[in-house]
């Protein structure tokens, strides 16, 4: 996820900062995995293995199954023109396999270790949050929150997704990861052939909408989240789009503008199944005072 988000020039104020960090001190060493992952779309299941660290993640990539290795390339291939050393790697072969596990340390270093206790941390208080939902709520409130890119329509929950793709769980359980690098909607794997897996966004990112110098009294009175939402609603918007634009659960935008509203700052109206917000006159004057 990391990877999509150096190459590409979207992710929250946060990782905008990383990438460009990133990209003033990348050794030449990673370079083999900017070959296996694209900017977007897909990147090899093989390189997502389930080990408890590092050095144990490693060792499982390199005993990978070659049958693995060349399936997983030939479906890299569909959408990129395989390297020399791509094809190398589907044969197993010891030096492409050595190759790539410098390219992944060299990358560790660079782009993982400096930020790894902020990922941490972020991913601890994401897992909290969503064990008190699902204490609260329950699994229909857990998945309701996930993201506005994913809907929750049960027994279905539907993901904003490049392809077509039907994951059937067939009684087994799903994987929720919270991820620092994923970006507005879920991803999972091509082969889901052991525990299904849903990687989705960790919810606090900074939003693109918060510039960094704006409204210090607005996010002192409001807090920073509900400050970005009232910005968000300038202008008007469903609550999907207010989510989407804050970087927040689509509850959690429920809940902001809930309060807003009866703070007299936001009116808000129902259309069909979806409820519009606009800026109330008391809103705008506070916005554009602090603006």
């Known amino acids: ?6 190459q590409r020039g979207d992710g929250d104020l946060r990782v905008r900062k990383w990438r460009g960090a990133v990209r003033t001190r990348l050794p030449k060493a990673a370079g083999p995995l900017l070959t296996l992952v694209p900017p977007s779309g ?16 490693l060792d499982l990539v390199c005993h ?3 049958l ?12 990129r023109r395989p390297t020399p050393w791509a094809r190398d790697l589907g044969d197993a072969n010891p030096a492409a396999l050595g190759a790539l ?9 660079a782009a993982i270790e400096p930020v790894w206790n902020d990922v941490v941390a972020c991913f601890d208080r994401q897992r909290a949050r ?10 229909d409130g857990l998945l309701r929150g996930l993201s506005p890119a994913m809907r929750w329509k049960a027994p279905v929950l539907e993901v904003d997704y490049p392809v077509h793709h039907d994951l059937h769980l067939d009684g087994r359980g799903l994987l929720l990861i919270p991820s620092y690098f994923c970006w507005r909607t879920g991803v ?3 082969e889901n052939d052991r525990v299904p897996v849903l990687v989705h966004p960790i919810e606090e990112h900074v939003p693109e909408t918060v510039h960094p110098g704006h ?3 607005l996010a002192t009175l409001l807090g920073h989240t509900r400050a970005a939402v009232l910005e968000t609603i300038e202008g008007g918007g469903r609550t999907s789009d207010v989510a989407r634009r804050a970087g927040i659960s689509m509850s959690s935008a429920s809940q902001h503008a809930t309060v807003l509203r009866e703070a007299g700052l936001v009116l808000s109206t129902r259309e069909g199944n979806t409820v519009r917000h606009h800026l109330t006159q008391l809103g705008s004057a506070l916005l554009r005072k602090n603006l």
């Open 188 to 190: 999972t794997l091509v």
């Open 101 to 109: 596990t410098r390219a992944v340390r060299s990358y560790h270093r």
């Open 130 to 139: 969503q064990a008190r939902i699902l204490l609260t709520e329950g699994v």
């Open 1 to 6: 996820m990391s990877l999509h988000r150096l």
């Open 215 to 217: 409204g210090s009294a």
């Open 64 to 66: 990978t199954e070659r």
């Open 42 to 57: 897909y990147f090899p299941d093989f390189l997502t293995p389930s080990g408890e660290d590092l050095d144990e993640q």
């Open 68 to 79: 693995a290795l060349r399936r997983d390339l030939a479906t890299l291939a569909r959408s």
